[in-house]
Nanobody
């Protein structure tokens, strides 16, 4: 019923910038927190950034603090990750996550993951 689709991944040089977007679609009643996670080759998935329901509280992984900014647009059910000063170690597949998505006011909310978008930082 609900899908998350990421976009914006690609190849970028070290020090460059990239913007990732994620759009949620389906019969959505509400979404709590949303976030971005990434997974490098052979690595475990780690938190990059998360944002609360109203966008007032954000969290960032230590490795990206000061370089990445997360935002959301609840009118369009989108979440964006603006990345600056990219490093080679930022390379990986970036996944969008939506926490506690409700399709009705009475159902049990569940988490959804996007399929991921590849970000490659290389010169």
């Amino acid at each position: 019923q609900v899908q998350l689709v990421e976009s914006g991944g690609g190849l970028v040089q070290p020090g460059g910038s990239l913007r990732l977007s994620c759009a949620a679609s389906g019969n959505i009643f509400s979404i709590d927190a949303m976030g971005w996670y990434r997974q490098g080759p052979g690595d475990q998935r780690e938190l990059v950034a998360s944002i609360s329901t109203e966008g007032t509280v954000t969290k960032y992984g230590d490795s990206v603090k000061g370089r990445f900014t997360i935002s959301r647009d609840n009118a369009k059910y989108t979440v964006t990750l603006q990345m600056f000063s990219l490093k080679t170690e930022d390379t990986g597949v970036y996944y969008c996550k939506a926490d506690r998505v409700f399709t009705t006011s009475l159902d049990w909310g569940r988490d959804y993951w996007g399929k991921g978008t590849l970000v490659t930082v290389s010169s």
